[in-house]
């Protein structure tokens, strides 16, 4: 067991990372002992075959060495233990700003565990998947409906993914035309996916400058956009929580040279239901449903990131598109301009299930509802925080806002993320976006109560109390977790990827 040192303050020990019996779990590695066995495999039904004659030598991995051996009992306590370290949307409150990490209401998990659905191969013939086919072809109204585009398709299997596709189909959509341009415009504050999509189509990406309220500039945009630009990505709301209220003329700008308007749908559930980004003269846009529609998220998983375009980029589309003829549902894969699959079969149902459920739960007046909470959610922390934090950029907030630690000097804002663990909430966003410096991004969603909030907004401001007057408590934080401060620099440039026993590491 680990001995836990005291708290720096008294109200730490109310909170969720209390100290307790808390077990200090090791590797799997580390567990067991020879001759152990969870489970009896029965005899072999067919004659046995040495694996060397099956596939070539270097096919083959070698024997893992010192490999565990377990009972069953080990494996399920060593699992079960480790799921109680869990931090989850299900345990408290998660203001990870730009990530929308909302409450995933059980309704949705339980029409996505159905039988028909959860046990509905992806192979099996389109007269026996009427039921599943009529689902996506509903859920891609609904979200065509939500956001104001033409089409959308369901296949990306994540918002980068989603990106991705996008950015091809304009790649596609200039090379029709015999020229293909070779730039892509990004906003200084642009999701680090962004350009990464753009130079996987073969785009350099040139940015774009903030102006002084946080938004982007007009005047250089003029400067910049010209007849080799394929397109602009940008994001509305933009990752400081503010909307793009020159939207109309940068879209105006962008098509008067023949470029395309990209935007990165991550921060919809600040806008949905409220307004339309097709209105805006978007020609692409992916939903991220692990997000705005309530998929729970983070881990690399799991994830859908549907894409909605322009009819003039409906040629393009991935394969297999979802299509109703009188009545009837098929998958429609003749389509000679396609861009390809993105994703095998038809992307990550489960999340399409969950997404589904959400909207029709909600219906469009709840929809409008989610964002008007979300942002009102977000303004209330603002509200409350803007005279103990500094915001570098002031201006009106939509989903999030974005502080940072020049006011808690010589505390950092990675001590105040660490101290916020000691008091029960995990940290924010930080370091993000990269025009603030130490940056603090905070996103409450509109599944926060105001009493949740209140706790939060009372930690922040008992650690600006601790900053200014013992600066050394908040930097030895946190120290009721069962880690406190990794090098993580260390971990990412060093990385230990095969446990190695401790004599010979």
């Known amino acids: ?12 020990t109310t909170g969720v990372g209390a100290p307790g019996l808390i077990s200090n779990e090791p590797l799997l590695f580390e567990l067991g002992s020879p001759g152990r066995q969870a489970y009896s495999l029965p005899p072999l039904d067919v004659p046995e075959v040495e694996l060397e004659t099956l596939l070539p030598p270097d096919e083959i991995r070698p024997p893992i060495e010192e490999f565990p051996e377990l009972g069953e009992l ?20 998660y203001p990870l700003g730009s990530c929308t990490m909302k409450y995933n209401p059980k309704i949705n998990e339980t029409l996505a565990r159905k039988p028909g659905f959860a046990g509905h191969h992806p192979l099996a013939p389109e007269s026996l998947s009427q039921g599943s086919l009529e689902l996506m072809f509903d859920l891609q109204e ?3 409906e939500i956001s104001g585009m033409d089409h959308v398709h369901l296949q990306p299997a994540a918002g980068a993914q989603g990106e991705f596709a996008g950015m091809l189909m304009i790649h596609a959509y200039h090379s029709a035309r015999g020229r293909p341009r070779k730039k892509v415009l990004l906003p200084d504050s642009a999701h680090g996916t962004n350009p990464a999509s753009a130079t996987l189509c073969g785009y350099s990406a040139v940015q774009i400058p903030s102006d002084r309220d946080g938004l982007i500039d ?17 994001t509305n709301p933009n990752t400081l929580g503010m909307f793009e209220k020159n939207i109309l003329e940068i879209t105006s700008i962008v098509h008067g040279k023949g470029g395309l308007v990209y935007c990165d749908g991550a921060n919809m559930n600040a806008i949905m239901g409220v307004t339309k980004l097709g209105r805006m003269g978007i020609d692409v846009l992916h939903f991220n449903l692990h997000k705005t529609f309530s998929t729970p998220h983070g881990g690399g998983g799991p994830g859908a990131g549907p894409v909605g375009i322009s009819d003039k980029l409906a040629p393009y589309l991935p394969v297999p598109v979802v299509v109703k003829k009188e009545g009837r549902l098929s998958l429609d894969h003749d389509r000679p301009e396609s861009i390809g699959k993105v994703k095998a079969f038809y992307g990550n149902f489960g999340i399409l299930l969950r ?13 409008r509802k989610i964002s008007e909470a ?3 959610n977000a303004n209330y922390l603002k509200a409350s925080l803007k005279d103990t934090y500094h915001l570098p950029y002031p201006g009106p907030s939509l989903h999030e806002c974005v502080f940072n630690d020049k006011l808690q000097h010589p505390a950092t804002t990675m001590d105040i993320a660490k101290s916020l663990i000691d008091r029960g909430f995990h940290p924010p966003t930080i370091y993000f976006p990269l025009i603030v410096k130490s940056a603090l991004m905070v996103e409450p969603t509109e599944s926060e109560s105001r009493e949740t909030l209140d706790r939060f907004v009372e930690a922040l401001l008992e650690i600006d109390r601790v900053a200014k007057t013992a600066p050394e408590q ?3 934080t946190p120290r009721l977790a069962k880690v406190s401060r990794p090098d993580e620099a260390g971990a990412a440039r060093r990385p230990i990827l095969r446990w190695r026993p401790a004599e010979s590491a």
């Open 74 to 93: 080990d494996v399920v306590r060593h699992f079960t233990r480790l799921s109680q370290w869990n931090f989850s949307i299900d345990t408290n409150f």
């Open 355 to 367: 997404a589904y459920a959400y909207i029709r739960s909600l219906g469009p007046e709840g929809i």
């Open 374 to 376: 979300a942002v009102l």
């Open 474 to 476: 908040v930097h030895d």
């Open 218 to 234: 007009i005047d250089r945009l003029r400067e910049v956009m010209d007849e080799d630009t394929a397109a602009i990505m940008l």
């Open 142 to 144: 609904y979200l065509k």
């Open 1 to 12: 067991m680990n001995e836990t040192p005291p708290p720096s303050t008294a109200s730490q």
